[in-house]
Each structure stands twice: as structure tokens, then as C-alpha cells.
């Protein structure tokens, strides 16, 4: 793919959706990694439906660690893989406490050193809260990169490298959403929307299900 089409794609992805933002809930940063951290094999809709009720007993590190894992697991046990989840949240809470004054560090360094915090869940906060410059690429953003043809590669972490490398300039803090809100909603696993899809004149998938 050209580097005019990637333009042309990201400028319709911008006209369609001017603000794009993410679909969890949250009203802090630190609000934002627990979400984070619980989305991982998990929708965003059952994360929200989790901490609605948590964050009204626990939204900070202080109030988290007080809840405790058992306190805890029973808010998220409805969420895939809990129990690790649990233990995570509980102990990323205390090391915030403990080496960052209670706030969410704003380096890669720092927010991967955070128990249950990796690369994906360090590139969605230092992008969505910090504003900076990074991609977090989840199954939907590998799946869209590799079928429209943006920005192809085996792994998430060449794809990922791919995306800052090719993306103008003008679109990379949003291109995160676009993709990703793209790829739940139109470009989708089983049967891509090719019909509703704005770019699929642009879109270089070989299997298209409709002619452009």
C-alpha cells in the first residue's frame, strides 16, 4: 500500500469520527490502567459492567488495597482470568503507593515495571491519558493492519513498529481508536462489513465481500 492511500484512509477515518475515544469507562488515570488491565481477554462491556460497581467502593490505590484480592475477585469474577487479575491490581496499587505517591507513572519504564502491566496496557495509557505518541495494537488493530494491508506484519510488535512508521503525522495520537473502533464494529473477524465500510475502496483485502 501507498503511502497516499494510508493518507485518504486515515483522513475518512478522521471525517467519520472527529473525536474518537475509548469505550471503557473511567474518570482517572488510574481508573483507566484497572480497566486496562481487566480488558486483557476481555470485552470492554464487561469491563464497564465490573467496575461500575467497583470504582464506587475502590478508585484509587488506597482504597484498592484496602478492598484486598478476595475483596476484589468479587466485583471481577465475572471477568476472564480474575484471579491473576486480581492479584495484579492489588499489587500494582501498593508499588503506585509505594514508589509513585499513589499516581500513575507516565514512562514505558515505570507503568511496565507495574505487576500485570505490558506493553499493550503501557501504550494505551501513555497514549490515551499522557497524549503520547504510541500504539497499543490489540487482536482487532493486527487483524485491520494485516487485512486492509496498512500496515502488514507477522507479530504485534512489527505491526505495531509498522503503524508509528507509516502513519502521518496528523492522525497517529488517534489512530488507535480509529483502528481499533473499526475493527470491532466493521472490519470484524468472521465477515467483514465490506458493504458500511468507508475505506473499502481504499482497502487492499483480497477477499472484499462486496466489488468496489
Not at 140 to 148: P, V
Request: proline content about 3%.
Amino acid at each position: 500500500m501507498n503511502q497516499h492511500k494510508r493518507q485518504q484512509i486515515f483522513a475518512r477515518l478522521r471525517q467519520d469520527n472527529t473525536s474518537p475515544k475509548t469505550e471503557l469507562n473511567y474518570q482517572s488515570n488510574y481508573e483507566l490502567l484497572i480497566s486496562v488491565m481487566l480488558s486483557a481477554q476481555a470485552t470492554d462491556v464487561s469491563v464497564n459492567k465490573a467496575t461500575h460497581a467497583l470504582f464506587k467502593i475502590a478508585n484509587t490505590p488506597e482504597t484498592m488495597v484496602s478492598l484486598g484480592v478476595g475483596g476484589l475477585k468479587s466485583y471481577i469474577k465475572s471477568i476472564g482470568l480474575y484471579n491473576t487479575k486480581a492479584s495484579n491490581i492489588i499489587k500494582a496499587s501498593q508499588r503506585l503507593l509505594d514508589q509513585h505517591e499513589g499516581q500513575v507513572p507516565a514512562t514505558r519504564s515505570a507503568l511496565e515495571a507495574l505487576p500485570g502491566v505490558g506493553r499493550k496496557t503501557a501504550n494505551v495509557m501513555l497514549n490515551t491519558a499522557f497524549g503520547q505518541v504510541a500504539m497499543a495494537v490489540d487482536t482487532h488493530i493486527f487483524r485491520w493492519s494485516n487485512r486492509t494491508q496498512v500496515a502488514p506484519g507477522k507479530t504485534v510488535l512489527a505491526v505495531e513498529r509498522r503503524l508509528l512508521h507509516v502513519i502521518p503525522a496528523e492522525f497517529i495520537l488517534d489512530a488507535h481508536h480509529w483502528m481499533i473502533l473499526h475493527g470491532r464494529y466493521v472490519c470484524t473477524a468472521r465477515k467483514p462489513h465490506c458493504e458500511s465500510c468507508i475505506i473499502a475502496d481504499l482497502c487492499e483485502y483480497q477477499n472484499k465481500t462486496i466489488n468496489v
